[in-house]
């Protein structure tokens, strides 16, 4: 016991101050709990429903069919030449895991409150946890995808290869943009009201229904720095063997990564006044 | 050679209870203040967390007298040994809860420190992060893993959890389908079987039936048997003086003093009310008392004769009063009346001292003591009135009411009317009665 407790972890409790950096350490000495609850974020969502993961298609598809007769037929809009379900389909699996993802993680706080106000665990995992969780959905649609894809038969390009990169990026939006936006819901529930018209506006701002190329040149810097247009067009150029953009990729990952990283610091300054403030 | 396992340096806590609502009373101040309000509520919101330095002086300076801000805590300071089991005490809004919450790091402090030596466990509610649709396995490795567990652990002690909460049979159900007393038990046996070096416990044995948190109370126990270093928050003073060895009583925000269990939580009892347990009376002029006779003092005595506020419940409690007889030969009937918390009368007393039965006093200085065997009363706080009457005719004396007061602290030692029971058993009295059990096989 005694020589347990000489090298025992000291902590010391003090007034939040100023900017605090991450405790790594800390984290991983969490990442069980991380685990559970990725895995129970998993595990329930589709509790007691007849449907099950088949949801994780339905869902996409039921869009892509409702936007290809709308965007694709009646309003025929401009693909490249690409048939139009197909280039709705690799712009909405990834949409969709981003959108579900986003507002999960910014109601992820005020939803867990009661546990935020009962137990001390690392603020962090919860806006966190459905940026992983809902991989599974996302992963479970690829199989719509790879299906419309064959139906189309459209060859595997070299391109392919870029895919990882476009994944890890689809991550890092919805964590930062969630970082962001958990931490100020917790303080200010008007965020709550705004996200169905956050995620609205952005389906519109993103070359989801469109094309980037539709965009007139002298827009297209400012178009760029919407991180979300440089993970679709990014799909797009990779699974249907299209020139890469690197007009979007480029400033859409640096854009994403300060959304990461500023959204960190500013939850992790905020973390510790949140059970004050719900 | 103990460590100090924690260390609490000087904590404060300020709430801001929100800025208060001002409406307008005419229809266009109603219409202005819903058009500025969205810049009120920003400001409002923003601020509630917030206190400069300038203004923590400020509220200091003003003794925190501002109606929008509550001192959960003010300046609290205290340490605790490695392996010492310490209670908190105090009435709603002492501050208990806040303080339990900085030492589990849920909230900040506004000031001060707090230093822990080793891996920390608290446990303010039992069954945190519970999901109905887990089933009690799934919920057993979420829950353990929220209270600070690493999986490892869990599943080393997985079976004797399961042992412990009784619903094997129920492991892969969803905890949905769970009575809530088998919810509350799985929710329990995991948060039972934490090995944390620090324990902070708020208010949660009150779970479950009584055979169950008897069970808890064992649990309690051992743990701080096993060296363990253990906080605990509780309402029930029983449990308090059996499980801790130290008490801390705070009230509205700051310690009011701390000490050995049984000590403390006898103050505490008998806090806020004017009584005590000895009233002397040194100017003959103000002393209460009639033609014959003058009470000069009166007091609670322990068994060694000193003046003792705070009993346990197996040790006898000595009342006395002092008296003058100034005029001789009357027969005299000094009495005692006992009243509990409630003010429910449970007895009177009458000085039946065979020496002095029926027969007349000389004047004179007499001291008459009158002694409440142990196990009789019930825990609690207790009053006494002390009167004195002339027989033939009935003359009162002195009757002076509540003058006295004492408690009376239970104990789950053998011996007692509770023995092992962890709650406080009902009734104005607890006596040790004889039982007998016969069995004969059906």
Same mark, same amino acid.
């Not at chain 2, 080393?156 to 412990?164: C, N």
């Given at each position: 016991?005694?020589?347990?407790?000489?090298?025992?972890?000291?902590?010391?409790? !003090?007034?939040?101050?100023?900017?605090?950096?991450?405790?790594?350490?800390?984290?991983?000495?969490?990442?069980?709990?991380?685990?559970?609850?990725?895995?129970?974020?998993?595990?329930?969502?589709?509790?007691?429903?007849?449907?099950? +993961?088949?949801?994780?298609?339905?869902?996409?598809?039921?869009?892509?069919?409702?936007?290809?007769?709308?965007?694709?037929?009646?309003?025929?809009?401009?693909?490249?030449?690409?048939?139009?379900?197909?280039?709705?389909?690799?712009?909405?699996?990834?949409?969709?895991?981003?959108?579900?993802?986003?507002?999960?993680?910014?109601?992820?706080?005020?939803?867990?409150?009661?546990?935020?106000?009962?137990?001390?665990?690392? !603020?962090?995992?919860?806006?966190?946890?459905?940026?992983?969780?809902?991989?599974?959905?996302?992963?479970?649609?690829?199989?719509?995808?790879?299906?419309?894809?064959?139906?189309?038969?459209?060859?595997?390009?070299?391109?392919?290869?870029?895919?990882?990169?476009?994944?890890?990026?689809?991550?890092?939006?919805?964590?930062?943009?969630?970082?962001?936006?958990?931490?100020?819901?917790?303080?200010?529930?008007?965020?709550?009201?705004?996200?169905?018209?956050?995620?609205?506006?952005?389906?519109?701002?993103?070359?989801?229904?469109?094309?980037?190329?539709?965009?007139?040149?002298?827009?297209?810097?400012?178009?760029?720095?919407?991180?979300?247009?440089?993970?679709?067009?990014?799909?797009?150029?990779?699974?249907?063997?299209?020139?890469?953009?690197?007009?979007?990729?480029?400033?859409?990952?640096?854009?994403?990564?300060?959304?990461?990283?500023?959204?960190?610091?500013?939850?992790?300054?905020?973390?510790?006044?949140?059970?004050?403030?719900? | 050679?103990?460590?100090?396992?924690?260390?609490?340096?000087?904590?404060?806590?300020?709430?801001?209870?929100?800025?208060?609502?001002?409406?307008?009373?005419?229809?266009?101040?109603?219409?202005?203040?819903?058009?500025?309000?969205?810049?009120?509520?920003?400001?409002?919101? !923003?601020?509630?967390?917030?206190?400069?330095?300038?203004?923590?002086?400020?509220?200091?300076?003003?003794?925190?007298?501002?109606?929008?801000?509550? =001192?959960?805590?003010?300046?609290?300071?205290?340490?605790?040994?490695?392996?010492?089991?310490?209670?908190?005490?105090?009435?709603?809004?002492?501050?208990?809860?806040?303080?339990?919450?900085?030492?589990?790091?849920?909230?900040?402090?506004?000031?001060?420190?707090?230093?822990?030596?080793?891996?920390?466990?608290?446990?303010?509610?039992?069954?945190?992060? +519970?999901?109905?649709?887990?089933?009690?396995?799934?919920?057993?490795?979420?829950?353990?893993?929220?209270?600070?567990?690493?999986?490892?652990?869990?599943?080393?002690?997985?079976?004797?959890?399961?042992?412990?909460?009784?619903?094997?049979?129920?492991?892969?159900?969803?905890?949905?389908?769970?009575?809530?007393?088998?919810?509350?038990?799985?929710?329990?046996?995991?948060?039972?079987?934490?090995?944390?070096?620090?324990?902070?416990?708020?208010?949660?044995?009150?779970?479950?039936?009584?055979?169950?948190?008897?069970?808890?109370?064992?649990?309690?126990?051992?743990?701080?048997?096993?060296?363990?270093?253990?906080?605990?928050?509780?309402?029930?003073?029983?449990?308090?003086?059996?499980?801790?060895?130290?008490?801390?009583?705070?009230?509205?925000?700051?310690?009011?003093?701390?000490?050995?269990?049984?000590?403390?939580?006898?103050?505490?009892?008998?806090?806020?009310?004017?009584?005590?347990?000895?009233?002397?009376?040194?100017?003959?002029?103000?002393?209460?008392?009639?033609?014959?006779?003058?009470?000069?003092?009166?007091?609670?005595?322990?068994?060694?004769?000193?003046?003792?506020?705070? +009993?346990?419940?197996?040790?006898?409690?000595?009342?006395?009063?002092?008296?003058?007889?100034?005029?001789?030969?009357?027969?005299?009937?000094?009495?005692?009346?006992?009243?509990?918390?409630?003010?429910?009368?449970?007895?009177?007393?009458?000085?039946?001292?065979?020496?002095?039965?029926?027969?007349?006093?000389?004047?004179?200085?007499?001291?008459?003591?009158?002694?409440?065997?142990?196990?009789?009363?019930?825990?609690?706080?207790?009053?006494?009135?002390?009167?004195?009457?002339?027989?033939?005719?009935?003359?009162?004396?002195?009757?002076?009411?509540?003058?006295?007061?004492?408690?009376?602290?239970?104990?789950?030692?053998?011996?007692?009317?509770?023995?092992?029971?962890?709650?406080?058993?009902?009734?104005?009295?607890?006596?040790?009665?004889? =039982?007998?059990?016969?069995?004969?096989?059906?």
């Amino acid at each position: 016991m005694d020589s347990k407790s000489d090298n025992a972890p000291i902590v010391r409790i !003090r007034p939040p101050g100023k900017w605090e950096g991450i405790d790594f350490q800390e984290l991983k000495d969490y990442r069980d709990l991380f685990f559970f609850l990725v895995w129970r974020d998993i595990k329930v969502l589709y509790a007691q429903t007849i449907m099950g +993961f088949a949801w994780a298609i339905l869902n996409p598809l039921i869009q892509i069919v409702i936007f290809s007769i709308i965007f694709g037929k009646v309003a025929k809009l401009d693909t490249d030449g690409i048939p139009y379900v197909l280039f709705s389909t690799v712009a909405i699996i990834p949409w969709t895991y981003m959108s579900e993802a986003m507002s999960k993680a910014s109601q992820s706080l005020v939803a867990g409150q009661s546990m935020l106000g009962k137990v001390y665990f690392p !603020r962090v995992l919860f806006p966190i946890t459905p940026v992983l969780a809902k991989l599974v959905d996302f992963s479970i649609s690829l199989l719509l995808l790879i299906a419309v894809m064959a139906y189309y038969q459209v060859p595997p390009t070299w391109n392919v290869l870029l895919l990882p990169f476009l994944i890890l990026l689809m991550m890092i939006i919805p964590a930062g943009i969630g970082l962001w936006l958990s931490a100020l819901s917790i303080r200010f529930r008007d965020v709550k009201f705004a996200m169905p018209f956050l995620i609205r506006m952005l389906i519109y701002s993103a070359p989801i229904l469109y094309t980037a190329s539709s965009i007139p040149d002298e827009y297209r810097l400012i178009y760029s720095l919407n991180p979300i247009v440089a993970v679709i067009e990014g799909f797009r150029a990779c699974l249907l063997g299209t020139e890469i953009p690197w007009q979007f990729i480029l400033p859409g990952t640096i854009v994403a990564v300060i959304l990461l990283v500023t959204g960190a610091i500013y939850f992790r300054k905020m973390e510790r006044v949140f059970v004050d403030v719900i | 050679m103990s460590q100090i396992a924690v260390n609490v340096e000087g904590i404060s806590k300020i709430y801001r209870l929100g800025v208060k609502e001002r409406g307008s009373d005419n229809i266009a101040g109603m219409i202005w203040d819903f058009v500025r309000s969205p810049l009120n509520n920003f400001r409002k919101y !923003r601020s509630l967390y917030r206190f400069d330095e300038a203004e923590l002086q400020g509220l200091e300076a003003e003794n925190g007298q501002m109606d929008d801000i509550l =001192w959960a805590l003010k300046n609290v300071s205290f340490s605790v040994d490695e392996g010492e089991v310490v209670g908190i005490i105090g009435g709603n809004g002492a501050g208990k809860s806040t303080l339990l919450k900085i030492l589990s790091r849920i909230t900040p402090p506004t000031r001060g420190e707090v230093t822990i030596r080793g891996r920390v466990s608290s446990l303010l509610e039992v069954g945190t992060g +519970f999901h109905p649709e887990l089933t009690g396995r799934e919920n057993v490795y979420l829950n353990g893993t929220i209270l600070g567990m690493r999986k490892r652990e869990v599943d080393e002690r997985f079976d004797e959890i399961v042992a412990f909460s009784e619903v094997e049979k129920f492991l892969d159900t969803p905890v949905k389908r769970y009575s809530s007393g088998m919810r509350v038990r799985l929710a329990f046996a995991v948060a039972a079987h934490l090995e944390p070096e620090i324990l902070i416990v708020d208010e949660v044995l009150a779970v479950g039936d009584a055979a169950f948190q008897q069970k808890c109370m064992n649990k309690m126990q051992d743990v701080g048997k096993e060296g363990r270093t253990v906080l605990f928050v509780s309402h029930n003073m029983p449990a308090v003086t059996s499980l801790c060895d130290r008490v801390i009583w705070l009230d509205r925000g700051t310690k009011v003093s701390e000490g050995p269990a049984r000590e403390i939580v006898g103050e505490y009892l008998l806090a806020g009310r004017s009584t005590m347990a000895c009233r002397q009376w040194n100017d003959t002029d103000t002393a209460p008392g009639g033609r014959f006779a003058r009470l000069l003092a009166t007091r609670v005595i322990t068994e060694k004769g000193d003046v003792a506020e705070h +009993f346990d419940i197996q040790q006898p409690v000595g009342i006395q009063m002092e008296y003058e007889v100034l005029e001789g030969g009357e027969v005299m009937l000094p009495h005692f009346r006992v009243k509990n918390e409630d003010g429910v009368l449970v007895f009177v007393t009458l000085d039946h001292d065979p020496e002095w039965y029926q027969r007349p006093r000389p004047a004179g200085f007499y001291t008459s003591t009158v002694w409440i065997p142990g196990n009789f009363l019930n825990e609690g706080p207790y009053f006494v009135d002390c009167a004195l009457i002339t027989r033939h005719p009935d003359i009162p004396q002195f009757n002076e009411l509540a003058v006295l007061s004492f408690a009376i602290a239970g104990s789950m030692e053998p011996g007692t009317a509770r023995g092992d029971w962890p709650g406080r058993l009902k009734g104005v009295v607890s006596p040790v009665l004889e =039982w007998k059990t016969d069995y004969r096989k059906g």
